[in-house]
């Protein structure tokens, strides 16, 4: 889990392949995610770590193939590629 600057709640899901954010007002119980990070262009596998730098860009770290990718600030809802990503044997991931 992260915050960003604004309070929002990022959670990974590793059995859904998704990230979902929470407004920081978020409702005790059943609340629906204010945005939503998944499909096959997002590259998540079994996501299982995610984190904020000082600008709000998302790293969302993958269990399956030892990756990380880089969403930027400000990323749309829905099935959107990284921006970047950190993957292959040299990383030594």
Do not use: C, H
Not at 48 to 54: I, P, Q, R, W
């Amino acid at each position: 889990m992260a915050l960003d600057s604004q309070g929002y709640l990022y959670v990974a899901n590793q059995d859904a392949n998704k990230v979902t954010v929470y407004s920081p007002d978020w409702d005790d119980g059943n609340t629906e995610p204010v945005k939503t990070l998944s499909g096959a262009l997002t590259q998540l596998s079994r996501p299982d770590a995610v984190a904020l730098d000082t600008n709000d860009n998302l790293y969302v770290v993958n269990q399956l193939g030892n990756s990380v990718r880089l969403f930027n600030a400000g990323w749309a809802s829905g099935n959107i590629a990284p921006d970047k990503s950190l993957v292959g044997g040299s990383t030594l991931l």
